[in-house]
């Protein structure tokens, strides 16, 4: 039992460490509904324009979600105030219906998943820039989806 604990510790701070780490942020969605006019608003500061980054976007649902995939639309705005608009398909179920979250982080009733939304891009600019992400799916009221999240990260 005493070897156990140390064990556990290492291995809980080789989980939670993260260098390339620079932002990561969930945003709860009300009563696990997402309206579609509910857009989730993420502001990013880049210092660092040198090296490579990954932006991935997570998704946490109640397993409960009816459909196979979610649609989102994405939208990209740089400190000098230039958009960009993107669509990405997530997908949340294969075609035998089973789960594709990732496994390590499933939690009872609860789905957890990561989808990359750029790989290996360069900021163009120092500052601040805004991700914004709403749901695409054809219902307006979007249940089970419990929150919605950006993470980024130096390669």
Known sequence: ???????????????????????????DIPD???????IAK???????????YDIKVELR?????????????LRTETPSKKAAADTL????YDDKGNSLSNAKMRFG???DY??????????????????YIQHGMRLEQLPFVKEIGLTVEKR
């Not at 005493?2 to 969930?26: D, H, Q, T, W």
């Not at 993420?42 to 490579?52: A, G």
């Not at 649902?61 to 639309?73: A, I, P």
């Open 32 to 38: 696990m509904t997402w309206d579609m006019n509910n």
């Open 42 to 52: 993420f502001e990013v500061s880049v210092e660092d324009i040198n090296p490579f």
């Open 109 to 111: 009733e609860l789905e």
């Open 114 to 131: 990561e989808f990359t939304f750029k790989e290996n891009i360069k900021f163009p600019e120092k500052g601040v820039y805004t991700f």
């Open 89 to 92: 398909e997530c997908m949340l």
């Open 1 to 27: 039992m005493k070897k156990f604990f140390p064990v556990l510790a290492a291995a809980l701070l080789a989980l939670s460490c993260n260098s390339g780490r620079i932002y990561s942020e969930m945003v």
């Open 61 to 73: 649902t109640v397993d409960f979600y009816q459909f196979s995939n979610l649609y989102l639309f």
